[in-house]
């Protein structure tokens, strides 16, 4: 008996010594799937990085699709790339991950982790055709008072009138995007505000009215974006940038209203899993 399981206990060692260790298996392949379910579901779905309560597909319309609305088709081609606002040269998992922190006010993915992968994967589903036309930028100043009345009337029934969300996602306020992100820059919220708002009449609204209600929107309260001071190092912030930058200060050039930030809810800081 003593011999028999003496014998069983070797043959056990010797197979168990032969399986793959968990850490030595190869990662699973990308599921371009599951990254399209975190980019439309992102706070369900990885409740430890949510921030806010946006989504990634709030902003990239039909699933990051269309052409005016940043489209993700054949973003993987265009990264890595310079950045002005890093600085430097960014991948396209950074580039996910600096929407995540502002855009998302969350906590930023492990670079290498499945999560990221996924969400990369579903990016070159979308095949690499060239960056798409890109609409005209509404570049005209905006009247904050004419805004706050074009608000009320156009954009209240969707998105709240405290901005706080409704049956469309939240445009200031703790549950949106932070003074860190693009869409805080007067320019961009009204080029994407005339080219695909409101929902049900896209392109309806005309480039005045558009800037208008960017100028009320970006003026209410939103999250702060820790360390936006050290964006755009070299001093080449684009002038609708709503907050001073250490860089823009060596050059001279007028520095931004400030305006009202609300606390984080938690670190942009990396996730070392998922």
Not at 238 to 245: E, F, K, L
Request: charged share 20%; with cysteine; aromatic share 4%.
């Amino acid at each position: 008996m003593h011999l028999s399981l003496a014998v069983l206990s070797v043959a056990l060692a010797a197979v168990l010594s032969l399986a793959p260790h968990t850490s030595d298996a190869p990662p699973r392949t990308p599921d371009a799937k599951r990254g399209l379910a975190l980019l439309q579901h992102f706070n369900d779905s990885l409740p430890r990085n949510r921030g806010n309560a946006l989504r990634c597909t709030s902003c990239h319309l039909e699933d990051g699709r269309r052409g005016s609305a940043m489209s993700w088709i054949g973003v993987t081609t265009r990264f890595p790339k310079y950045r002005a606002r890093r600085g430097s040269v960014e991948t396209l998992e950074q580039r996910v991950n600096e929407c995540v922190a502002r855009s998302l006010s969350g906590r930023m993915l492990a670079d290498d982790g499945a999560s990221m992968r996924d969400i990369v994967a579903y990016m070159e589903s979308l095949g690499r055709a060239p960056l798409p036309a890109r609409p005209d930028t509404v570049r005209l100043a905006g009247d904050t008072l004419r805004g706050a009345l074009a608000y009320a009337s156009s954009c209240a029934r969707c998105h709240g009138s405290n901005g706080g969300g409704a049956l469309a996602p939240a445009v200031y306020g703790a549950r949106s995007y932070s003074i860190g992100a693009g869409m805080a820059r007067q320019h961009v919220l009204a080029t994407f505000l005339r080219w695909n708002m409101p929902q049900d009449r896209p392109g309806s609204l005309d480039a005045q009215k558009a800037a208008d209600i960017a100028a009320f929107v970006l003026r209410q309260p939103r999250t702060d974006h820790p360390g936006k001071e050290r964006d755009w190092p070299n001093g080449d912030a684009p002038s609708d940038v709503a907050y001073a930058t250490a860089g823009a200060r060596t050059t001279g050039r007028p520095l931004p209203a400030v305006r009202p930030l609300l606390r984080r809810q938690v670190a942009p800081v990396p996730a070392t899993s998922r």
